[in-house]
Nanobody, 125 residues
Framework: QVHVVESGGGLVQAGGSLRLSCAAS????????MGWFRQAPGKERDFVAA????????YYADSVKGRFTISRDNDKNTVDLPMNSLKPEDTAVYYC??????????????????WGQGTQVTVSS
């Protein structure tokens, strides 16, 4: 069993920054692809960013490219998501997810096996 726990959400003004962190427990977490998704009220859960098992490849939604950066520390089993230049439309619950088999697919929720409970990010205008 893998447990995924997010932290770092909060309230920030537009243009500000937040840093989300994700901690995953499990013996082989370093071999998992990891992703961040977000879900605004009444909307689907959307892809935000992902990183492959080694950290060499990263992927971003167009809406966050250049503002968010995903990274991982396999020694600590953590994944970070610094978010800069935040906009009101970034407001959502952010979820961290782990994919047991890094098959090269990162953009859809069905590609992930374990999910955290989510952390709220609110950006005020």
């Amino acid at each position: 069993q893998v447990h995924v726990v997010e932290s770092g959400g909060g309230l920030v003004q537009a243009g500000g920054s937040l840093r989300l962190s994700c901690a995953a427990s499990g013996r082989t977490c370093s071999s998992y692809a990891m992703g961040w998704f977000r879900q605004a009220p009444g909307k689907e859960r959307d892809f935000v960013a992902a990183i492959n098992w080694s950290g060499e490849s990263t992927y971003y939604a167009d809406s966050v490219k250049g503002r968010f950066t995903i990274s991982r520390d396999n020694d600590k089993n953590t994944v970070d998501l610094p978010m800069n230049s935040l906009k009101p439309e970034d407001t959502a619950v952010y979820y961290c997810a782990a994919a047991v088999r890094d098959t090269g697919g990162y953009f859809y929720t069905y590609e992930y096996d374990y999910w955290g409970q989510g952390t709220q990010v609110t950006v005020s205008s």
